[in-house]
């Protein structure tokens, strides 16, 4: 027997709720967001953050709106208390911002809590207990009661300290650490007795922050845990439900949503997922799953480059280029087929209409970021991605028989450097294998004359020192050049398609002449460039004819 043996665990205890709410409801408005940064994610790092630090990641979370920011656990670390100390004596808490802070339910500690507050306007004094079945039978060696005394004793001497300092606006949390892994009826009693002890009010409300302090379950049965609680807790209409999600099975932001269609009116958080074992909730990522959705977030996340650049140096923890919304690769397509749907999607998306782009559900400009990053090539790229990076960096407007051909070329290439294509060589194979009007063969003059649908050409080629002179006569400059090049080569020549386009604006604009012919028998492409779209399109058809001879010559 493998030592990997699942039935050495047992499935996390989940809810019967069999009239549940929240699957049929949806998320109208942002939560009131809570970051724990400062405390929570700094306590998680290999190496604590500075004071300088810290205090780039505070002016960071202000900038991007939060107003109520856990700053620490002052009683447990001098560090905490001194930063504390510096926010208030340094008047750095703006006037719509609540520090929050931490503490256990001892007295010693909430004590100096209250000393490291002294002289703040406004804050949150956040004191816990743990209440899961484990944490009361083999931590503390307590039963319910034992612990539901601690919780009440906790909320006593929170309550006494404040009123040591009448001039402040306090508000008062508690969390039942370890929620989730508790008994539902007995969250809610231990709470129930936290809360008989506050005596909130609508005007004045506490909060009960409901943690999943390890993540055990599903996000389902987590919003079904709330859903319980919100409906079976007292005086609910004075406390505000906060849900802070941990995601040690990889679903905190999913928990963190579910929670808030259970009733949860707050969510706690970290900026990019910081925190202990696999991390927080990610606030970046909820809010932008609103965002998305059409729902104001409530934060000023269009800079993620700041936020990043912020998050990374302070805390030491690089971003995934795959995280969420703001990682590097996160609106890069390497695919063929989402790069030709996204380019697609691009030229008919409209500035007056929602947004609708295939496999982009955002507009990456509304994070600052722009599209040079959307189309990257390698050999699982097709000839929508191509068609993208010439069209996005050289103003090129491919049509679809030159994607094709140059999209198996980029493959070619891709496979042999095995990896990724830039722009620039894209272009350089563009132009070595369709741009050819002067090899072997070059256009060295033409006259047209023109009588009604008619034209004739004279011709001037150069085919090394050989000087030659053509006459062709057709409907259009392209079919009386085909028809001279017929006469004097005597190859089976027939326009297939033909485009052409302006490669800027205004009359000095040059000119982009696309052709397909087939040559006896063998479909092949040419492309010019001239001031004259005339002389482009002749030198386009050239182009062609030279490829179709320098094939020859190969097989030969």
């Known amino acids: 027997m493998t030592h990997f043996d699942h039935r050495k665990y047992r499935p996390a205890p989940v809810m019967v709720l069999p009239q549940r709410q ?85 007295e010693e500690l909430i004590k100096r809590t209250f000393e490291s507050l002294i002289g703040v306007k406004r804050a949150i004094v956040h004191v816990y207990n743990s209440t899961s079945t484990v944490q ?35 508000t008062f949390q508690y969390s039942p650490e370890s929620f989730t892994s508790t008994e539902m009826d007995y969250a809610v009693e231990v709470c129930d007795a936290v809360i008989d002890v506050w005596q909130p009010t609508p005007d004045k409300p506490c909060i009960i922050n409901l943690p999943s302090t390890v993540e055990v379950n599903t996000p389902n049965v987590f919003a079904d845990q709330i859903e319980y609680f919100a409906g079976h807790v007292s005086r609910r209409d004075s406390i505000i439900i906060s849900v802070h999600t941990h995601n040690d099975r990889g679903c905190a932001v999913a928990a963190a949503e579910l929670a808030v269609l259970a009733g949860a009116d707050r969510v706690e ?3 990019l997922g910081n925190g202990e074992r696999t991390g927080n909730m990610d606030i970046v990522t909820m809010a932008m799953n609103l965002y998305s959705q059409g729902i104001d977030p409530q934060l000023d996340l269009s800079n993620p480059d700041e936020i990043i650049h912020v998050a990374t140096e302070c805390t030491g923890i690089p971003l995934n280029p795959r995280h969420p919304w703001i990682g590097e690769l996160v609106y890069t397509a390497f695919s063929g087929s989402h790069q030709d749907a996204i380019r697609k999607c691009l030229h008919q998306q409209r500035e007056d209409e929602h947004w609708q782009v295939a496999y ?14 959307v189309i990257r090539v390698n050999s699982q790229s097709g000839k929508g991605g191509v068609a993208f990076v010439l069209e996005r960096d050289y103003g090129l407007h491919l049509p679809r028989w030159i994607q094709t051909e140059l999209a198996g070329m980029v493959q070619q290439v891709s496979e042999t450097q095995q990896g990724e294509v830039d722009s620039a060589t ?25 009588s009604d649908n008619h034209e004739a050409i004279n011709l001037l080629l150069k085919q ?31 326009v297939v398609d033909y485009a052409e386009h302006a490669m800027g604006e205004g009359t000095d604009a040059e000119a982009v002449a696309y052709v397909q012919l087939n040559v006896n028998g063998k479909r092949i492409s040419g492309v010019a460039f001239d001031h004259d779209t005339t002389s482009a399109s002749l ?14 010559m190969q097989v030969a």
Request: net charge negative.
């Open 22 to 106: 929240w699957p049929n409801r949806t998320i109208t408005s942002a939560p009131r967001w809570a970051s724990v940064d400062l405390r929570d994610g700094n306590q998680a790092l290999l190496e604590p953050m500075t004071v300088s630090q810290k205090r780039r990641m505070w002016d960071l979370l202000v900038r991007l709106g939060l107003k109520e920011i856990e700053v620490g656990f002052p009683a447990a670390s001098q560090h905490d208390f001194d930063f504390v100390r510096r926010l208030i004596e340094e008047n750095r808490i703006p006037d719509d911002v609540t520090i929050q802070v931490l503490v256990q339910a001892r």
């Open 136 to 170: 009361r039978e083999r931590v503390f060696g307590m039963d319910r009661e034992g612990i539901k005394a601690i919780a009440v004793r906790g909320a006593e001497w929170v309550q006494r300290e404040a009123g040591r300092y009448p001039d402040v606006d306090w």
């Open 269 to 271: 958080g970290t900026l």
């Open 360 to 373: 982009l559900p955002i507009d990456p400009k509304d994070l600052g970021r722009d599209y040079q990053a």
């Open 426 to 450: 894209i272009h350089h194979l563009f132009q070595a294998f369709f741009v050819l009007p002067d090899s072997p063969v070059a256009l060295a003059g033409y006259r047209l004359d023109r």
């Open 464 to 494: 090394g020192q050989r000087e030659l002179q053509l006459q062709g006569e057709g409907e259009g400059a392209i079919s009386a050049f085909v028809d001279a090049w017929t006469q004097h080569y005597g190859e089976q020549v027939h």
């Open 539 to 552: 030198k386009a058809v050239l182009s062609a004819l030279n490829r179709a001879q320098q094939s020859m």
